[in-house]
């Protein structure tokens, strides 16, 4: 028995492997030390993001590096094995490695980062985690109107950024075109109606209007893209019930729903304070005139 475990010791592969496990521990420990002063130390979220990924990264390369350190003169007959095989297992990993592949688009292709809201898979949220096979996302909608939080974390496999179209909401524009439509009653006057909607527009979006032609210019520089118009316009159409004004505006991609009710709120208070010169118009039934009724009692 002793003479089993002196050749065991003596032998090269059993020294190669002490000398790994020591070697991948060393590298456990730092990593982990690492990682705990990027979370005490970086105040900013997606600074101490990056900085872990980054720590995990050189963490893989260091395991791979000891790995290939220590036994790279025993993987001959491994690197024929593999050659044999390596067919069969990229058929049936083949969607490991479209999602590696996706994974490395998204990084090296700049497709979204941390942050972005996106909708990927058919799944429209904010990014929260960009891993090696899925990405993590805090879904929006669903059940929930609006672009809200609906509660849900999803993983959608990096893949789908080569199968489906990939949409960004606050990439290198983070700014989204919306607008609302107001009806008003006929006989209003449109001129008070008209000052009325761009005073609140200019004090409710005025700054996402500034910010957004800023944007806009870098866009046109990098892109074929024209020179569009992004302060508020507002546009009116007759139709048989009434004056339709529709406002159309630039808003931070955040703030769509607040925006909106925002914007109504304020409308609403104005035109009650305007003293019937303006009034919402309605979907409402008119008579005017009733015809005689004649009533027979038995």
């Known amino acids: 028995m002793n003479e089993q475990i002196a050749s065991l010791a003596a032998h090269p592969i059993f020294a ?15 990593a982990g030390i690492l ?3 990027a979370v005490k130390s970086i105040e900013r979220t997606e600074t101490r993001y990056r900085t872990r990924k980054l720590i995990s990264l050189f963490t893989y390369i260091a395991f ?4 290939i350190g220590n036994f790279s003169s025993s993987l001959d007959g491994l690197f024929v094995a593999v050659g044999v095989v390596g067919a069969g297992v990229a058929f049936a990993l083949q969607e490991v490695i479209t999602s590696i592949a996706g994974w490395m688009a998204i990084e090296f292709g700049r497709f979204f980062k941390p942050g972005d809201r996106i909708q990927l898979g058919g799944i429209k949220g904010d990014v929260i985690d960009i891993g090696v096979l899925r990405t993590t996302l805090m879904e929006c909608g669903d059940w929930v109107n609006g672009d809200l939080y609906n509660g849900k974390i999803v993983r959608v ?11 960004n909401y606050s990439g290198e524009f983070p700014f989204l075109w919306d607008e609302i439509t107001i009806p008003v009653k006929y006989g209003s006057n449109i001129n008070v109606a008209h000052d009325i909607f761009s005073t609140v527009l200019e004090e ?3 700054d996402f209007s500034r910010y957004s032609e800023e944007a806009w210019a870098v866009l046109t520089k990098k892109y074929m893209i024209e020179n569009a ?21 630039v808003v931070d991609y955040k703030k769509r729903r607040s ?3 925002i914007l109504f709120t304020k409308i609403t208070e104005q035109i009650e304070a305007s003293d019937k010169k303006v009034q919402f118009g309605g979907a409402t039934l008119g008579l005017t005139e009733l015809p005689d009724v004649s009533v027979k009692l038995a």
């Open 64 to 67: 791979a590096l000891v790995l």
């Open 157 to 167: 496999a990096n893949g789908f950024v080569f199968r489906e179209p990939v949409y």
């Open 229 to 249: 118009n992004v302060a508020p316009m507002i546009s009116m159409e007759a139709n048989e019930n009434w004056l339709l004004f529709t406002l159309r505006y």
């Open 259 to 261: 925006t909106k009710n």
């Open 16 to 30: 190669k492997t002490i000398y790994t496990v020591i070697g991948l521990l060393i590298i456990l420990i730092v």
């Open 35 to 37: 990682r705990k002063v």
């Open 204 to 206: 409710t979006v005025g």
